[in-house]
């Protein structure tokens, strides 16, 4: 079953940090590309940081500076560091995969979201 699989979110103070991983796992030849999106209660889903075409990265605004995305790609893991976490960070986060190929095909993949909570 190819999938992906996050981890890494909680609860954290504001200023805090948190390291969330996503996996994707089975039959995968290659992904095109990885991204983090986030789901705020109540609003819609937006891209937070994510590797574009040329392999350089992209981030909201709002994370600038304070979020960082890595991959390993032997792995097919992306990570997300997020640093200096404030309140309106709060919201859930979503793995995104786009252009995997498996054996049925190209397919995009979402993992089942991370809850990351930051408050005092």
């Known amino acids: 079953q190819v999938q992906l699989v996050e981890s890494g979110g909680g609860l954290v103070q504001p200023g805090g940090s948190l390291r969330l991983s996503c996996a994707a796992s089975?039959?995968?030849?290659?992904?095109?590309?990885m991204g983090w999106y986030r789901q705020a209660p109540g609003k819609q889903r937006e891209l937070v940081a994510g590797f574009t075409s040329s392999s350089s990265t992209n981030y909201a605004d709002s994370v600038k500076g304070r979020f960082t995305i890595s991959r390993d790609n032997a792995k097919n893991t992306v990570y997300l560091q997020m640093n200096s976490l404030k309140p309106e960070d709060t919201a859930v986060y979503y793995c995104n995969a786009k252009n995997v190929l498996t054996i049925t095909g190209f397919r995009e993949l979402w993992g089942q979201g991370t809850l990351v909570t930051v408050s005092s």
């Open positions: 089975g039959s995968i030849f290659s992904i095109y590309t």
